[in-house]
T-cell receptor
């Protein structure tokens, strides 16, 4: 399968713990995006990379969140000191051109 | 600022009847508009996109949408619903920022229910 993959698919953690998610984009896609989707809502844009450069961060991305894309390939999203409000589905997407983003299956985070 | 409003949170139709999912957008620029579908436990899939070419856009699985600038609408239609169409549908606008990013702004979604 050559689609976008995300790991893990599910994560349960206790409040205050740190978590890290990984996204592997479609190979050769230079653009990578992170979104967050809460229950009953559409996905919300978090951040965007072009190659290894993080070009934009949403105001939703508090200072407890950090994302990296070393070497312009896979990306990680880390949440420090998790809160119950962080519980959501975290989606990754990649694209070669702006007009079509391909989404991964998501990582569902539950903070107890 | 760009935004999208999906006018119905739920739509229920009978199998074999037409589907209409309504979407209005707000954009300061000529927008790029998309419809994505999300089946349970599956990733978002692009149905179709409008990027300032033909105003009637054909997508996968028999879906199409018409861009109407005067009405700021981008409604999704299908002539005959199939049971496999049951899913969540998102109307989406792409925005541009000074930093060159092109994140997507999603509507809240319309849950399509197909009655046998």
């Amino acid at each position: 399968d050559t689609g976008v993959s995300q790991d893990p698919r599910h994560k349960i953690t206790k409040r205050g713990q740190n978590v890290t998610f990984r996204c592997d984009p479609i190979s050769e896609h230079n653009r990578l995006y992170w979104y967050r989707q809460t229950l009953g809502q559409g996905p919300e844009f978090l951040t965007y990379f072009q190659n290894e450069a993080q070009l934009e961060k949403s105001r939703l991305l508090s200072d407890r969140f950090s994302a990296e894309r070393p070497k312009g390939s896979f990306s990680t999203l880390e949440i420090q000191r998790t809160e119950q409000g962080d519980s959501a589905m975290y989606l990754c997407a990649s694209s070669l051109a702006p007009d079509e983003q391909f989404f991964g299956p998501g990582t569902r985070l539950t903070v107890l | 600022a760009q935004s999208v409003t999906q006018l119905d949170s739920h739509v229920s139709v009978s199998e074999g009847t037409p589907v209409l999912l309504r979407c209005n957008y707000s954009s300061s620029y000529s927008p790029s508009l998309f419809w994505y579908v999300q089946h349970p436990n599956k990733g978002l899939q692009l149905l179709l996109k409008y990027t300032s070419a033909a105003t009637l856009v054909k997508g996968i699985n028999g879906f199409e949408a018409e861009f109407k600038k005067s009405e700021t609408s981008f409604h999704l239609t299908k002539p005959s619903a199939h049971m496999s169409d049951a899913a969540e549908y998102f109307c989406v606008v792409r925005y541009y920022s000074g930093g060159g990013a092109d994140g997507l702004t999603f509507g809240k979604g319309t849950h399509l229910i197909i009655q046998p």
